[in-house]
């Protein structure tokens, strides 16, 4: 059993804490690449961009810093906190400590959706990739859920077991179609392109995604927030959330919904990112508690801060080379979760 005994913060120490941290780390993530730059250039830069200084500053700086570096990490860190929030929600409404928008074939279905109708043309231009996307992504939830429904005897939801097979089985359904579709309709340049989006890339990332990732993830991280009591209830079941008189059907379907949602325009913007919704909620389980009044802001903002490092990592491992983010997540996710796994069960 997860110890309740972490120390905690209050609320006016997430508000101060939260914007140094994430600030502390945007700039890290935009001083270090493949070339260095000191971080003063950076601050001086970023000053004038946000009109705090009249400093002249050189059009090549300002294309690296603002347009390239800066953009870049606001979505890595748009990206990691909703994807670790989703996580976190998916593992207190299904109470399946396995949960998470990748493992559930979430993230495929997603992947799918964009791929439909960035490749293949469905919608005819009328539909943007998100909506794509966000379509796949309900889609594939929808196919996890009844497959475990129906596998588990009506309780499948509810197994570990079952419903994280369902998952393994609805992600392969709907990575078999992705790579079906970009066979039947993608060049062999879109289909390189594709294959290393899939893996997880900020590379194309500009200020027009930043503006898209931005308040799609203050949705995810203001409704978990405004859930959190909710978040609690149905961590001890849904039966004593009922008891509380929580509507389970509405609140089940707009919190999935709202994951979905987020889950759909992070992976439309950079492609499927795996172990960020499964590590970094279990992880702030450790330091914080399980009491969502604080792992909610504590997840949200690990989940930023780990991304953006990520990235960082991803340009300076491979001189030269910028290797996929989703790479080097799975190369710290997979061994971070099964120290945690075997922490948890030693305990």
Request: proline share 3%; net charge positive.
């Amino acid at each position: 059993m997860m110890r309740t005994d972490a120390p905690r913060l209050t609320r006016t120490s997430w508000l101060f804490i939260t914007p140094l941290v994430l600030m502390a780390a945007l700039l890290f993530g935009t001083a270090v690449g493949e070339t260095q730059i000191p971080l003063s250039t950076v601050i001086d830069v970023l000053s004038a961009k946000l009109g705090l200084s009249d400093r002249h500053i050189g059009s090549v700086d300002e294309a690296v810093i603002w347009h390239y570096r800066m953009a870049r990490a606001v979505v890595a860190a748009c990206c990691g906190a909703g994807l670790a929030l989703s996580g976190l929600v998916l593992q207190a409404l299904l109470r399946n400590s396995l949960a998470d928008p990748y493992l559930l074939g979430i993230s495929a279905g997603a992947s799918t959706g964009a791929v439909m109708v960035t490749i293949a043309g469905i919608g005819a231009g009328v539909i943007s990739m998100s909506v794509g996307a966000f379509a796949g992504a309900l889609a594939a939830f929808a196919f996890v859920a009844l497959l475990a429904y129906m596998s588990g005897g009506g309780t499948g939801v509810k197994s570990a077991g079952v419903l994280i097979l369902a998952g393994i089985a609805g992600a392969q359904l709907f990575n078999a179609l992705t790579a079906f579709v970009i066979a039947q309709s993608a060049n062999a340049e879109q289909a390189r392109g594709i294959m290393f989006w899939l893996l997880g890339s900020l590379s194309g990332v500009r200020w027009p995604e930043a503006w898209l990732a931005l308040p799609i993830a203050g949705l995810g991280v203001g409704m978990a927030l405004w859930h959190v009591r909710t978040l609690d209830a149905f961590t001890f079941g849904a039966e004593n959330a009922a008891v509380l008189g929580i509507d389970l059907r509405w609140t089940k379907v707009l919190l999935i919904g709202t994951t979905a949602l987020v889950t759909a325009v992070m992976v439309s913007i950079t492609g499927a990112i795996g172990f960020v919704g499964l590590v970094v909620p279990h992880a702030c389980r450790i330091v914080v508690g399980v009491r969502h009044r604080q792992l909610v802001p504590a997840t949200a903002l690990a989940g930023a801060v780990f991304l953006i490092l990520s990235d960082v990592v991803s340009r300076i491992i491979i001189p030269g080379q910028v290797v996929p983010i989703g790479v080097i997540t799975a190369l710290v996710g997979a061994p971070a979760f099964a120290f945690i796994m075997v922490r948890g069960r030693r305990r």
